[in-house]
């Protein structure tokens, strides 16, 4: 089996600086681990150095306004009214500054994003990982959340133009909602958007309510599965069971996409949720088996995000040996005062429920 691995240098460049919890280090850091924990790698991976995006790529969804002034304040060039175009959290809060260096880095992880998902959907890959993909707050004219470009929003609208894709599957499991990718693909049916998350009335960027399904012919896409503080394994889990599974047969996608790092583990230093180790490798678990079940393994994997240094590489490692189905040793990160499996299973079970009443006229796995 071709499984890619995509990589670039530059992405290590993604870095708001001193003081602020995304930094790059973390890319090269799980680079390192990552080789140690599969010795194989060079074998069972095709590893890929993608071309960065070009400006004719990132306008399948971004302004060339937009573009332009993110390309100036990265080279260092003072721009009037910078805050029209950039979250307060996309500045460095010791400097107050756009870090420098960020446009190239932003665009090598949109140009592996969008190579790996071109390679699986015309079948030079039956999978890829890409390390540093997943950006999925940033907006066509404004960038937050840590993000800059939306490389899955790009990578999408680029399949489906180019290779007349119909059916998408976009999970995003990271603890904040999707807001950028929800955005765009809102009124769109080609795109089936399931995004897990943390309770948006406690965590940034406030959207991702059940209620918001969707709007026109994409009325019904967009899924939202939003999770109580607190809430573990057995909750994602039962959410697999009960919403991803049978919305992933009845929709029957040419090609999955999922994407999200470290940061549901209850260990994270933004979030609250309540994942383990064993809860990461679980995700990657069922989005192999959805993928092997649907559309004949056809995934793509996106990790990026998590704001524990310590924890992050154990976690991104565990959730690509889920869509590998390879065992990993992992234990000498010693997980203490584990939260129990079921906790806030029930608060999981009543929004379900409540959700798949919004569903049921869209999906006919959602009446049963």
């Known amino acids: 089996m071709e499984v890619g691995f995509f990589y670039h240098p530059q992405i290590e460049k ?28 060079k074998n069972y991976f095709q590893h890929i150095l993608p071309s960065p995006a070009s400006d004719q790529l990132l306008c399948l969804v971004h302004t060339q306004d937009y573009i332009d002034v993110v390309k100036s304040a990265s080279s260092g060039i003072e721009v009037p009214y910078l805050f029209h175009y950039l979250s307060s959290d996309n500045i460095n809060p ?14 090598a992880i949109v140009g592996s994003s969008a190579e790996a998902l071109e390679m699986v959907a015309r079948g030079s890959l039956k ?41 998408i599957l976009v999970l995003d499991t990271d603890a904040h909602a999707g807001n950028g990718v929800a955005q765009f693909f809102y009124n769109d ?51 697999f069971e009960e919403i991803i599974f049978p919305l992933a047969r009845e929709f029957s996608p040419q090609l999955i996409i999922r994407y999200g790092g470290s940061d549901p583990h209850y260990l994270d230093n933004l979030t609250n949720l309540g994942l383990t180790l064993d809860g990461f490798k679980m995700i990657g ?49 010693k ?34």
Not at 143 to 162: H, M, P, Q, S, T
Not at 220 to 234: E, I, M, Q, R
């Open 335 to 368: 997980e203490r005062n584990l939260p129990s499996p079921d906790f806030k299973l029930e608060e999981t079970k009543e929004m379900v429920f409540s959700l798949k009443k919004l569903l049921k006229n869209y999906w006919r796995s959602m009446s049963k």
């Open 14 to 41: 993604y870095d708001f600086g001193e003081g602020h919890p995304f930094r790059g280090k973390r890319f090269e850091i799980f680079l390192s681990f990552f080789k140690e924990r599969f010795p194989d790698f």
């Open 189 to 239: 049916p080609c795109v089936l958007f399931i995004d897990l998350h943390q309770d948006p009335t406690t965590i940034y960027p406030g959207t991702g309510f059940i209620h918001q399904i969707g709007e026109g012919k994409g009325k019904g896409f967009t899924v939202n599965l939003s999770l109580s503080v607190g809430a573990s394994n057995k909750s994602y889990q039962y959410l």
């Open 127 to 167: 999978k890829a990982i890409v390390i540093g993909g997943g950006l999925h707050h940033a907006q066509p004219d404004f960038g937050e959340g840590f993000c800059v470009y939306n490389d899955i929003a790009i990578g999408v609208e680029n399949l489906k133009r180019k290779y007349k894709l119909e059916r």
């Open 285 to 333: 678990s069922y989005t192999r088996e959805i993928a092997e079940e649907v559309c004949q393994a056809r995934s793509v994997d996106l990790v990026t995000s998590g704001y524990n240094e310590e924890l992050l590489p154990f976690c991104w490692t565990a959730l690509i040996a889920g869509v590998l189905n390879q065992e990993v040793d992992l234990d000498d990160f």
């Open 94 to 107: 010791l400097t107050g500054r756009f870090p420098q260096g960020i446009d190239e880095a932003a665009r």
